[in-house]
């Protein structure tokens, strides 16, 4: 059986794992029944009952949806960009969207359908951004897409610095974002995933029927135009649905970082390069990515909750740490660049 199917088959028994542990981490084996009880029938008739329900089931829903749609859309940025920094976190995204939301909140008060609107117009005007300060860097001449990633990280501290600039001008209402700007998972954002998550959806379905001709594009672009693929349309779709998948993750949950960029890295060595296969697998291993964050964001230093971002952000930059020194610090990627 090829690494690729093992790989596949072994990672939906890890998501049923994950969420299980999502659910009942914390519950007493005698509580089990009574659970499973209130799951079926949707009904809580204790306390115990209740938070399952209405808090932590919430929870594992936002945080399959924002580890599918951060890994998923990490992975077609890293191929489409061709380089292995690249996600919605390292190229302005992520920061874009967070900084339109809190501005419409702040200064136009604006509810949270209209935030969720602006959370995907400010992820397009943070990519955007990222690209067109790329240009004037010379990015024709940039193969491996690092003045796409400088510009990227530019745009992310401008941006962001600029959020806390609105946050830090209106004390009254700064405690409503305060958690969200790290990154939360909470149940109380249910209803903002209710709101936005056919934009995740349509993401979704964008990437797997892109598949095939965007793995064709990874064997250059020539080649896959000669095979009768609209090169510059199927990037052009891809991108904007990576874009927008995780502008609607911002708008649910806040930006929750480095899911984009560190999933990819634990799939390609076993699936590969083709989006196929890269895909589905993306998509199960950053929900269970998620759902562990999620609990040990809970449960580390129990009775306090921490960000959920704050566990990726810590994970996800060690692991920058190694991929900076692996691809580019290396002699001869050194030498190549």
Request: glycine share 8%; proline share 5%; aromatic share 8%.
């Amino acid at each position: 059986m090829e690494r690729r199917t093992i790989f596949l088959l072994a990672v939906l028994p890890l998501l049923v794992v994950a969420l299980a542990l999502n659910l009942l981490v914390g519950y007493r084996p005698e509580d089990m029944p009574g659970l499973i009880g209130a799951v079926l029938r949707f009904e809580a008739q204790s306390y115990e009952e209740a938070v399952l329900l209405f808090q932590r089931l919430p929870r594992s829903l936002i945080a399959i949806y924002v580890g599918s749609i951060a890994a998923a859309s990490g992975f077609v940025l890293q191929s489409l960009v061709r380089n292995p920094l690249a996600s919605p976190a390292t190229m302005g995204v992520n920061a874009g969207a967070a900084l339109f939301l809190v501005a419409g909140a702040l200064v136009f008060d604006i509810g949270p359908a209209l935030q969720g609107v602006a959370a995907l117009a400010g992820a397009l005007a943070g990519f955007v951004s990222c690209i067109v300060i790329a240009r004037f860097a010379g990015r024709r001449n940039d193969p491996r897409g690092l003045s796409l990633i400088l510009s990227g990280a530019l745009v992310s501290m401008l941006f962001t610095g600029m959020t806390n600039a609105f946050l830090l001008s209106d004390p009254a209402r700064r405690s409503e974002f305060l958690s969200w700007v790290v990154g939360t998972i909470n149940h109380a954002y249910i209803d903002r995933l209710a709101m936005f998550w056919w934009v995740g959806a349509a993401a979704i379905v964008a990437f797997l029927l892109l598949a095939r001709p965007l793995t064709l594009i990874l064997f250059g672009a020539e080649k896959a135009a000669s095979t009768g693929v609209n090169v510059p349309l199927v990037s052009r779709i891809a991108i904007l649905a990576a874009v927008l998948g995780s502008g609607s993750v911002v708008a649910v949950c806040g930006p929750i970082g480095f899911v984009g960029l560190i999933v990819p890295h634990m799939v390609r060595p076993f699936v590969g390069n083709n989006l196929v296969f890269a895909l589905p697998a993306s998509l199960a291993t950053g929900a269970v990515v998620c759902l562990l964050a999620d609990v040990f964001a809970r449960e580390a230093l129990y009775p306090y909750v921490l960000s959920t971002g704050l566990v990726t952000d810590l994970i996800g930059g060690v692991v920058f740490v190694i991929i900076v020194k692996r691809f580019y610090l290396t002699p001869a990627n050194r030498e190549a660049a």
